[in-house]
């Protein structure tokens, strides 16, 4: 039997979908012509991919299927293609995806990431690029990069809606530019075109405009433009990013984080990864407070002596309770801890905190493994242990955060996906009307150094008790 097309592999690919609009009419004319045309369009975007570090791994009659190693390699591909189109070549439209792929004896690619791609290029308008979320995150930072939203779309045999993106061309950038010059004065708005297309006349045009024209009233960007970035706006009154409050007695003591970009996941190269652990994708996080420790027995017993806690005692298996971190304690535990919390605290939004959060709170700026550098040992977390440790052994994080890695697993709010394709980048959690397994984070006593990562992922049903497993809380900030 032959193994042509066994699976051999998974990586994170750009990859990029082309397709030619109205092929079968063209052919049905001319077939002929229509056979020449698609062979030279062929060559050019091959010739584009290749000189962008891309290639072509796929076709199909009037399809492409590109792979490029960067989400700024594919951009630059996809302008080239769009903007530079041949005398007499065909319409085309095109999908962009960042997503896991599996590498096949062949070298083609299949999976969820080429799947996307392909139902996004289906969307996408005759002239036009239509790109995902996880694309424009990683593509955004690119000098040529400029996207306009075109809001969520349901895909074809996807389960989740896509938030969509197309990319906009040279001319549409600088018609966008040309709609906001608004008050500006003649030259000021010449300024703008010879930017765009002349740098030495620019900088001629630019003296002229000094020496001769009036001071033009700039009206402000719009926030449609991905180069846009506002004036910094007064910051409301309340605690401030790394300020630590308590709301009431046996109220966990909770810190303020700040809010940020980071990259969810980890890279392919991380030792111990999981297939769960990405596509990597820039993700956006706003404040919100997060306990500076994880939920105590103390605090656990405070709610079960209020009436709360649904009644139950988690065990101590004989280490001991105090400030110990609570262990045994499911998802649905921890709900109803937090229903009590909230109703001590008057209401305040306690909640768990979204597995988003939980890792960029938890690598506190920190790009590599562990929020302790490429390597954590026993001295900085409790792992490789036979029973927890009182909370706070260790030195806190960069963000005033202890045993975020080790000592107990922490529950967070998110329903368990395989992946991150279709997870939100706002930091919001995934949820399911029917969740049957929820994410908790850290590695706990018992683990080993790699189930520590901040990238690491495990699950376990809402109902689950384990002895290695506890929760910390989070909440929403005013």
């Given at each position: 039997?032959?193994?042509?097309?066994?699976?051999?592999a998974?990586?994170?690919?750009s990859i990029?979908?082309?397709d030619?609009?109205?092929?079968s009419t063209?052919?049905?004319?001319?077939q002929r012509?229509?056979a020449?045309?698609?062979?030279?369009l062929?060559?050019r975007?091959?010739?584009?991919a290749?000189?962008?570090?891309?290639?072509l791994?796929n076709?199909?009659g009037?399809?492409?299927?590109?792979?490029?190693?960067s989400?700024?390699?594919a951009l630059n591909?996809?302008q080239?293609?769009?903007d530079k189109r041949g005398?007499?070549?065909p319409p085309i439209?095109?999908g962009?995806?960042v997503g896991?792929?599996?590498?096949?004896?062949t070298d083609?690619?299949?999976?969820?990431g080429?799947?996307?791609?392909?139902?996004?290029q289906?969307?996408?308008?005759?002239?036009?690029a239509?790109?995902?979320?996880?694309?424009?995150s990683m593509a955004?930072?690119?000098p040529?990069?400029?996207?306009?939203?075109?809001?969520?779309?349901p895909?074809?045999?996807?389960d989740?809606r896509?938030?969509t993106?197309e990319?906009l061309?040279?001319r549409?950038?600088?018609?966008?530019a040309?709609?906001?010059?608004?008050?500006m004065t003649v030259a000021?708005?010449?300024?703008?075109?010879?930017?765009?297309?002349?740098?030495?006349?620019l900088?001629?045009?630019?003296s002229?405009?000094?020496?001769?024209?009036?001071a033009a009233?700039a009206?402000?960007?719009t926030?449609?433009d991905?180069?846009?970035?506002?004036a910094?706006?007064?910051?409301?009154?309340?605690p401030a990013p790394?300020?630590?409050?308590?709301?009431?007695?046996?109220?966990?003591e909770m810190?303020?984080?700040p809010?940020?970009?980071f990259v969810m996941?980890?890279?392919?190269?991380?030792t111990?990864r999981?297939?769960?652990?990405?596509?990597?994708?820039?993700?956006s996080?706003?404040?919100f407070?997060?306990?500076?420790?994880?939920?105590?027995?103390?605090?656990w017993d405070?709610c079960?002596a209020g009436?709360?806690c649904?009644g139950?005692s988690?065990p101590d298996r004989?280490?001991?309770?105090g400030?110990?971190p609570?262990t045994?304690?499911?998802w649905d535990?921890a709900?109803?801890?937090?229903d009590?919390?909230?109703a001590?605290?008057?209401?305040?939004r306690?909640?768990?905190a979204?597995?988003?959060?939980?890792?960029y709170?938890?690598r506190a700026?920190?790009?590599e493994?562990?929020?302790?550098g490429?390597r954590v040992t026993?001295?900085?977390?409790?792992?490789?242990?036979?029973?927890?440790?009182?909370v706070?052994a260790?030195e806190?994080?960069?963000?005033?955060?202890?045993?975020v890695?080790g000592?107990?697993?922490?529950?967070v709010d998110?329903c368990?996906?395989?992946n991150?394709e279709?997870?939100?980048?706002n930091?919001?959690a995934v949820?399911?009307?029917e969740?049957?397994?929820?994410?908790?984070?850290?590695?706990?006593?018992?683990?080993?150094?790699p189930?520590?990562r901040a990238a690491a992922?495990?699950?376990?049903?809402?109902?689950?008790r384990?002895p290695?497993?506890?929760?910390r809380?989070?909440?929403?900030l005013?």
């Amino acid at each position: 039997m032959s193994d042509q097309g066994e699976e051999r592999a998974i990586r994170l690919a750009s990859i990029v979908a082309i397709d030619i609009v109205g092929f079968s009419t063209m052919s049905e004319r001319d077939q002929r012509n229509a056979a020449r045309k698609v062979e030279n369009l062929r060559a050019r975007i091959v010739s584009v991919a290749d000189s962008s570090g891309g290639r072509l791994f796929n076709t199909a009659g009037d399809g492409f299927m590109l792979e490029f190693g960067s989400a700024g390699s594919a951009l630059n591909a996809i302008q080239l293609i769009l903007d530079k189109r041949g005398k007499g070549e065909p319409p085309i439209r095109v999908g962009a995806h960042v997503g896991d792929v599996v590498v096949t004896a062949t070298d083609d690619l299949l999976g969820h990431g080429v799947n996307v791609a392909a139902r996004l290029q289906e969307l996408a308008e005759p002239g036009t690029a239509l790109v995902s979320a996880e694309f424009r995150s990683m593509a955004r930072t690119s000098p040529t990069a400029a996207f306009q939203s075109k809001g969520q779309k349901p895909l074809d045999n996807i389960d989740q809606r896509v938030q969509t993106f197309e990319i906009l061309s040279k001319r549409q950038k600088f018609a966008r530019a040309s709609r906001r010059v608004g008050g500006m004065t003649v030259a000021a708005a010449v300024l703008i075109a010879l930017a765009y297309f002349s740098p030495t006349l620019l900088r001629f045009a630019q003296s002229l405009s000094e020496q001769n024209a009036p001071a033009a009233a700039a009206t402000p960007a719009t926030p449609a433009d991905d180069n846009f970035r506002p004036a910094a706006s007064p910051i409301p009154a309340g605690p401030a990013p790394g300020e630590t409050f308590n709301d009431c007695e046996n109220c966990p003591e909770m810190v303020v984080m700040p809010s940020g970009l980071f990259v969810m996941g980890s890279p392919t190269t991380e030792t111990g990864r999981g297939r769960d652990e990405g596509p990597q994708r820039e993700v956006s996080i706003s404040p919100f407070a997060l306990a500076k420790y994880e939920v105590t027995f103390q605090q656990w017993d405070a709610c079960l002596a209020g009436g709360g806690c649904n009644g139950y005692s988690p065990p101590d298996r004989g280490w001991g309770r105090g400030n110990r971190p609570v262990t045994g304690v499911s998802w649905d535990d921890a709900q109803a801890y937090l229903d009590w919390l909230n109703a001590r605290a008057g209401g305040l939004r306690y909640r768990l905190a979204t597995e988003a959060e939980w890792e960029y709170a938890a690598r506190a700026g920190q790009t590599e493994a562990y929020a302790t550098g490429a390597r954590v040992t026993q001295t900085q977390a409790t792992y490789r242990a036979r029973q927890t440790t009182p909370v706070g052994a260790h030195e806190a994080n960069a963000f005033g955060l202890f045993d975020v890695h080790g000592n107990v697993g922490e529950w967070v709010d998110d329903c368990y996906a395989a992946n991150y394709e279709l997870a939100p980048i706002n930091g919001g959690a995934v949820q399911a009307d029917e969740c049957g397994r929820r994410v908790y984070r850290g590695g706990g006593f018992a683990d080993q150094a790699p189930v520590l990562r901040a990238a690491a992922r495990k699950a376990g049903a809402p109902a689950l008790r384990q002895p290695g497993v506890g929760f910390r809380v989070a909440r929403t900030l005013d």
